[in-house]
Nanobody, 123 residues
Framework: QVQLVESGGGLVQAGGSLRLSCAASGRTFFFYAMGWFRQTPGKEREFVAAVNWPGDSTYAADSVKGRFTISRDNAKNTVYLQMNSLKPEDTAIYYC????????????????WGQGTQVTVSS
């Protein structure tokens, strides 16, 4: 079992930045790909970014490319999502997820999920 705890969400003005963190505990962090997803009420969960093990390949949705960066610190069992140039449409609950194996954009292929952290971007 892997437990994931997100932090770093909050309220920020458009154009600002936030860094989300996701701390993993329980079973080993090793060999697990990590992903970030987001969801707003009434909409389907949306892929944001993913990173493979050990962190040399990353993937990002077109909507966030050039603004968001995913990274991982394997010594700290933590994955990050640096979000710059935030827009009101980035407002959502952001979820961290993990899976043993390669990174994927498909949420249903992730085994473990965190509880989410709210990000609100004001215009």
């Amino acid at each position: 079992q892997v437990q994931l705890v997100e932090s770093g969400g909050g309220l920020v003005q458009a154009g600002g930045s936030l860094r989300l963190s996701c701390a993993a505990s329980g079973r080993t962090f090793f060999f697990y790909a990590m992903g970030w997803f987001r969801q707003t009420p009434g909409k389907e969960r949306e892929f944001v970014a993913a990173v493979n093990w050990p962190g040399d390949s990353t993937y990002a949705a077109d909507s966030v490319k050039g603004r968001f960066t995913i990274s991982r610190d394997n010594a700290k069992n933590t994955v990050y999502l640096q979000m710059n140039s935030l827009k009101p449409e980035d407002t959502a609950i952001y979820y961290c997820a993990s899976r043993r194996g390669g990174a994927t954009k498909k949420g249903n292929e992730y085994e473990y999920w965190g509880q989410g952290t709210q990000v609100t971007v004001s215009s």
